[in-house]
């Protein structure tokens, strides 16, 4: 750490030539930012790329199976297989347990419009399904009432913020008996376990994103599945690659959603620092919740039995009071989210896709009283203590 503000230092001032008392004093805290790699890095990297462009490894190769062996170690999971970008992984999943046209799928309300589209993409029908008030995620009474009202064939779980909900294993347990396939969007939830069980590994079948903003994030777009089922880890396998089954022999109608060589180098390294990353992220998950305790501002967290990734910082305030705090972060230049502003439900584009939902007007309230503060890996204690500062002076 010492060794990573002494390098920022530097690079201020040479840069903005401002007197070293400025510098300590912190003006301004982004919303996320890319750019804190641990030292060396950056040059491992390059020289990585350098020796892929030399073999002229652009896609495939063998750093991508040591990549998926890496995932497939660190979430324990028995599959563990890259694609281009976490869109495609739930449309592979979902094509992969047997989503077919006109199927009916659960998403939740609240979620990140990928889910909501990879469903549309397949040719299968959304039906949206509220979340719970008080922990952003599906429980199970909501999830059973339209399981029995809709008979689904498949449900898309979503894992959102970097935490998941209390009834994950419960919610499992019930879409097994009922016959729903459930597939679990973790494009937010990498390194996330439920009663010290691997979330992403223990799914019958889960996704993720390493869209660089991701808590781990590559180079550049990519995505992996995960899955405990064998037949279904061929199938993605033979989706993400035009349904081959042989170069020129077709068995599917699969599509193109290979990953780079690059991008598996990057996550490759990535991975060696992820629990540092997740560290960093948690200390400000718990800076804020500790810091602005009886605040209007009110943090929220999951349940003691998920092990959260510190992916979002997320707080809620009265919908009323969410505009002039807006107004003093902006005013201090503190950046800061509103995942998600708006519903699935309610987006225009939802229009003639919905087969039907769940509306108990939870997911609406949350997108009008939600707020996320800065979060991201590394980010300094001095940046925390600005964006709490900032927030108490507004209050
Ligand atoms: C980021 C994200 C996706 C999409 O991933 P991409 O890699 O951007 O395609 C899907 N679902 C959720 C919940 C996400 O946060």
């Known amino acids: 750490?010492?060794?990573?503000?002494?390098?920022?230092?530097?690079?201020?001032?040479?840069?903005?030539?401002?007197?070293?008392?400025?510098?300590?004093?912190?003006?301004?805290?982004?919303?996320?930012t890319l750019n804190r790699f641990e030292p060396g890095f950056r040059d491992e990297f390059l020289s990585g790329v350098a020796s892929l462009f030399d073999k002229t490894q652009f896609v495939g190769g063998p750093i991508v199976g040591e990549m998926e062996a890496n995932l497939a170690a660190y979430t324990k999971s028995k599959h563990a297989i890259g694609c281009a970008n976490g869109t495609d992984a739930i449309q592979i999943a979902l094509r992969a347990v047997g989503v077919n046209k006109n199927d009916k799928v659960l998403v939740p309300d609240m979620t990140f419009w990928a889910t909501f589209e990879a469903v549309v993409n397949v040719g299968a029908n959304p039906v949206t399904v509220d979340v719970n008030?008080?922990?952003?995620?599906?429980?199970?009474?909501?999830?059973?009432?339209?399981v029995e009202q809709f008979k689904p064939k498949a449900a898309v779980m979503v894992h959102l913020y970097g935490w998941a909900s209390a009834d994950t294993l419960e919610i499992r347990k019930f879409a097994k008996e009922a016959g729903v396939l459930l597939i679990e969007d973790g494009a937010q939830c990498f390194g996330t376990e439920i009663d010290g069980q691997s979330i992403l590994g223990t799914a019958l079948i889960s996704t993720t994103s390493?869209?660089?903003?991701?808590?781990?994030?590559?180079?550049?777009?990519a995505g992996a599945i995960f899955t405990t089922n064998d037949e279904y880890a061929k199938n993605c396998r033979t989706l993400i690659n035009h349904g081959r089954t042989d170069h020129y022999s077709h068995g599917m109608i699969g599509w193109n959603s290979r990953i780079g060589a690059y991008e598996s180098l990057f996550l490759n390294m990535s991975l060696?620092?992820?629990?540092?990353?997740?560290?960093?992220?948690?200390?400000?998950?718990?800076?804020?919740?500790?810091?602005?305790?009886?605040?209007?501002?009110?943090?929220?967290?999951a349940t003691s039995k998920v092990k959260e990734n510190g992916?979002?910082?997320?707080?809620?305030?009265?919908?009323?009071?969410?505009?002039?705090?807006?107004?003093?972060?902006?005013?201090?230049?503190?950046?800061?989210?509103?995942?998600?502003p708006?519903?699935?439900?309610?987006?225009?584009?939802?229009?003639?896709?919905?087969?039907?939902?769940?509306?108990?007007g939870n997911a609406h309230h949350i997108s009008q009283a939600v707020l996320n503060l800065p979060c991201y890996a590394y980010i300094t204690q001095e940046e925390l203590q600005y964006v709490c500062d900032t927030v108490k002076k507004h209050f």
């Open 210 to 221: 390493f869209y660089p903003a991701k808590v781990l994030g590559a180079s550049g777009d």
């Open 1 to 32: 750490m010492l060794q990573l503000a002494r390098t920022y230092w530097i690079i201020f001032s040479s840069i903005k030539h401002y007197p070293r008392e400025n510098i300590m004093s912190i003006q301004q805290v982004p919303f996320i």
């Open 272 to 301: 060696k620092h992820i629990d540092a990353r997740i560290q960093s992220r948690m200390n400000a998950v718990k800076f804020y919740e500790e810091s602005l305790k009886g605040l209007p501002l009110k943090p929220v967290r």
């Open 342 to 360: 708006g519903a699935m439900s309610h987006q225009s584009g939802s229009a003639g896709h919905l087969a039907g939902k769940i509306d108990n």
């Open 311 to 340: 992916y979002c910082a997320v707080a809620m305030i009265e919908p009323s009071l969410r505009a002039s705090l807006i107004d003093s972060l902006k005013k201090a230049n503190v950046g800061y989210g509103t995942i998600y």
């Open 133 to 146: 008030r008080e922990t952003c995620h599906w429980d199970l009474a909501t999830f059973k009432q339209a």
